[in-house]
């Protein structure tokens, strides 16, 4: 039987050095945004934040260079924010309630 074939290493892809770049976050529901936009904020981190409306915490702005409250579909909202400030790398934190995105409101499944 023939021995298996010995593994490469595979070779390093990302950069050794922080990011310097401007980050963004969109915020949903509870504690770990906030967390989140703590820690960024204390490593120095230009932060954006997109704070889902009603559901994420207005204390995010405290932590962000730039924040705004937007509407959980308005999707290119969004992301026309974010650009505006050059973010290239977005992070999501947080709880979206699906039942509220399902039947609410504006829900997409209608009863």
């Not at 230009?46 to 559901?55: M, N, P, R």
């Amino acid at each position: 039987m023939p021995r298996p074939k010995q593994l490469e290493p595979v070779p390093q892809t990302y950069p050794l050095e922080p990011l310097k770049e401007p980050i963004g976050l969109i915020a949903g529901w509870g504690s770990f945004p906030l967390e989140v936009a703590q820690h960024l904020h204390r490593q120095g981190r230009e932060l954006y934040v997109v704070g889902l409306q009603d559901l994420a915490t207005p204390k995010l702005a405290d932590f962000a260079t730039g924040y705004r409250e937007l509407g959980l579909l308005k999707f290119g909202q969004h992301f026309r924010f974010l650009h505006s400030h050059g973010v290239g790398n977005v992070l999501l934190a947080g709880k979206i309630f699906k039942d509220k995105v399902l039947f609410g409101g504006r829900g997409w499944i209608r009863s």
